[in-house]
């Protein structure tokens, strides 16, 4: 009997291959990895590794900057939800702000037309080759997805290209965060209990802390994997997949020493409406408007949005709960 509390892990090599029997047969292991745990690995000869180490030296680098230096990129000044997030601006878990910081950045539309509220021009630090080396993991993660949704694709009886069209321009965020250790934060979380809101997440950590509800309703730690890629389902492809995948309830515990994590949130194009697309089966959920859904979840967890939304400045529509998708824990 395999052991429920090891995350399977993914290959994904073969999706490089001209074979579509390869291709296809990669995403029946993705599919199988996806239905039944919702959290895997991912290896394969595309992942660049030096191209990781880059970034971790320019997050270390700019982490430990003043926080004066690093507030004048704060991300509530930003047109685009880009930018420095200090420790205590998220709360996920009731009277319980985040043990973490963070620097967010998006999909760097430049063009002035079809701005929207998660999509537009990032904003960058001063800081040499920061801005250089975090694209170039943006564009090399990104490019991972995108043959990833090619093989959800395939998973789900769809035209295989039936994704390209859906995420040439979507509001993918990459967040570098950093984990301070503190000894006297007793059980506050880095992260508190949540799912992912876009597609599927690709995050790469440098200690462990991650935790996942598994089928049981229990938590269980994920513990690192050298040469992998940690994977997980979010809301919108439990939508798309009408249930066949569930979006992964996790959370990050209080670390017992200092951790980096870079989570590449994968996402459709702002304007694209999010319903179940398995050929043959009645919808089992409701359509979403994609980035709106982003929009409401980010609101509803950042200071910045919430004070917005306090005074009347900004109105949610269509928000749903933050724990709306996912297991439970018992």
Not at 15 to 29: G, N, T
Not at 186 to 211: K, M, N, V, W
Not at 272 to 281: A, L, R, T, Y
Request: net charge negative.
């Amino acid at each position: 009997m395999p052991d429920p509390h090891v995350l399977p892990i993914v290959d994904i090599s073969r999706l490089c291959s001209e074979r579509l029997e390869d291709r296809v047969a990669v995403a029946r292991e993705l599919d199988r990895a996806c239905a039944d745990a919702g959290f895997l690995y991912i290896k394969g000869a595309q992942l660049d590794r030096a191209l990781f180490d880059r970034l971790l030296t320019r997050a270390k680098a700019y982490f430990a900057l003043p926080v004066e230096t690093k507030m004048a990129r704060y991300i509530g000044l930003s047109e685009n939800h880009s930018g420095y997030v200090p420790v205590g601006e998220e709360q996920f878990a009731s009277g319980s702000d985040d043990l973490k910081e963070a620097y967010d950045i998006g999909f760097d539309y430049r063009s002035t037309e079809g701005r929207r509220p998660l999509l537009g021009p990032n904003i960058w630090p001063d800081m040499p080759a920061f801005k250089s080396d975090v694209q170039a993991y943006y564009s090399h993660v990104t490019c991972i997805g995108r043959q990833l949704f090619r093989s959800f694709a395939l998973a789900l009886d769809l035209e295989e290209n039936h994704f390209d069209a859906l995420t040439d321009t979507p509001p993918s965020q990459l967040r570098l965060i950093h984990y301070p250790f503190d000894a006297s934060a007793r059980d506050r979380p880095g992260i508190g209990s949540h799912t992912d809101y876009e597609c599927f997440t690709l995050l790469f950590a440098t200690a462990p802390g991650l935790q996942i509800v598994d089928k049981h309703g229990e938590w269980q730690d994920v513990p690192l994997i050298d040469g992998t890629l940690i994977m997980n389902i979010g809301d919108m492809m439990e939508i798309m997949s009408n249930g066949r995948y569930v979006a992964t309830r996790h959370r990050v515990k209080k670390v017992a020493q200092e951790r980096y994590s870079f989570a590449l949130f994968h996402a459709c194009n702002y304007d694209h409406v999010v319903e179940p697309v398995v050929p043959g089966e009645r919808p089992r959920y409701a359509p979403i408007k994609g980035g709106e859904h982003l929009y409401n979840q980010t609101a509803q967890t950042f200071a910045y949005l919430k004070q917005r939304i306090a005074t009347g400045a900004l109105a949610l529509t269509d928000a749903v709960p933050l724990d709306s998708f996912g297991p439970r824990t018992t």
